[in-house]
Nanobody, 116 residues
Framework: QVQLVESGGGAVQAGGSLRLSCVVS????????MGWFRQAPGDQRELVAR???????KYADSVKGRFTISRDSRQKTVTLQMNSLKPEDTNVYYC??????????WGRGTQVTVSE
């Protein structure tokens, strides 16, 4: 069974840091684009960061310079290091796996809450 399991969400004060992790099981990891998205109630899910198998990254403008995405092929894990967090970063964060043929999977999401 293919699964994406996220961990690392929580509550932090503005200016703090959190580290999200997503472990992939039951699916080929090395050929997948791995990413993190976030979605607030009533809003569309938006891309936060993505990393291609070759290491190319893409970040939302709002997180550039603060968030860093990385991946570990041996652990089949993608990580999002979030620094200098702001209240507007409060959201549910979802791990995403996508192959070039369009097939994609989502994790269940992990809540990140940043207070003033």
């Amino acid at each position: 069974q293919v699964q994406l399991v996220e961990s690392g969400g929580g509550a932090v004060q503005a200016g703090g840091s959190l580290r999200l992790s997503c472990v992939v099981s039951g699916s080929a990891f090395d050929i997948a684009d791995m990413g993190w998205f976030r979605q607030a109630p009533g809003d569309q899910r938006e891309l936060v960061a993505r990393m291609a198998p070759g290491g190319t990254t893409k970040y939302a403008d709002s997180v550039k310079g603060r968030f860093t995405i990385s991946r570990d092929s041996r652990q089949k894990t993608v990580t999002l290091q979030m620094n200098s967090l702001k209240p507007e970063d409060t959201n549910v964060y979802y791990c995403n796996l996508q192959y070039r043929n369009g097939f994609q999977l989502w994790g269940r999401g992990t809540q990140v809450t940043v207070s003033e």
